[in-house]
């Protein structure tokens, strides 16, 4: 496996189920990112982690919880969503130094169904 | 906070047509980085080209170029003979920060034959 990986690739899920999304990243970085695409909106930043620690929440709701076991992994857990949670959500890596943000590579994603 | 702004949510051109793409943006950072992503129908969001803020010189790869204007925060993208592969969603993004990019409302381009 090469890049930024991603599964599931395609879910579908009813408002009281509980389900995890997972990120790989196989590029050595040190951050990664979860961001939600909504057609017709900008790419929406949803959690930051860099070295393994959270550095950004943005107001995201509490049924959207990430986990960062090691560099490599991100996992966005998800329960009792909303039908408006239906989107493209997006991970992302990148290397990041102590003052500049350098490009992240991203992932295929995951297409989210909430009914 | 910075801020990105593409003002052309929709832009369409024949096949080896030149386009350009705009997008400013703001930031209080003195050093930072521009990009501009591709994300075709479907696909996978990837990197096109990348300008460092501190060289003057415009970064080109291959058709795809830039214009970057510092003082005006301008960063242009200019596609050369373009091709049907070229049709996708395309973001302009600013890093320059330590929590990751900025990106903006994105162009879809598209491609006529």
């Known amino acids: 496996e090469t890049g930024v990986t991603q599964t599931p690739r395609h879910l579908v899920m009813g408002m009281t189920n509980k389900k995890s999304l997972k990120c790989e990243q196989h590029?050595?970085?040190?951050?990664m990112y979860w961001y939600k695409q909504s057609a017709k909106k900008p790419l929406e930043l949803m959690f930051v982690?860099?070295?393994?620690?959270?550095?950004e929440n943005n107001s995201v709701p509490s049924r959207f919880s990430p986990e960062c076991p090691n560099s490599s992994h991100l996992f966005l857990h998800l329960h009792t969503l909303q039908p408006e949670d239906s989107a493209l959500y997006l991970c992302?890596?990148?290397?990041?130094?102590?003052?500049?943000?350098?490009?992240?590579?991203f992932g295929p994603g995951t297409r989210l169904t909430v009914t | 906070a910075q801020t990105v702004t593409q003002s052309q949510p929709e832009m369409s051109v024949q096949e080896a047509e030149t386009v350009t793409l705009s997008c400013t943006y703001d930031?209080?950072?003195?050093?930072?980085?521009l990009f501009w992503y591709k994300q075709p129908p479907s696909r996978q969001m990837i990197l096109v080209i990348r300008q460092e803020a501190y060289k003057q010189q415009n970064a080109t790869e291959n058709r795809f170029s830039v214009n970057f204007q510092k003082a005006a925060k301008s960063f242009s993208l200019k596609i050369s003979d373009s091709q049907l592969g070229d049709t996708a969603m395309y973001f302009c993004?600013?890093?320059?920060?330590?929590?990751?990019?900025?990106f903006g409302k994105g162009t879809h381009l598209i491609i006529q034959p």
């Open positions: 930031t209080s950072e003195n050093n930072y980085y």
């Open positions: 993004a600013l890093g320059g920060g330590a929590d990751g990019l900025t």
């Open positions: 992302a890596s990148s290397q990041e130094g102590s003052r500049q943000s350098y490009e992240q590579y």
């Open positions: 590029l050595g970085h040190n951050a």
């Open positions: 982690y860099n070295f393994k620690e959270q550095t």
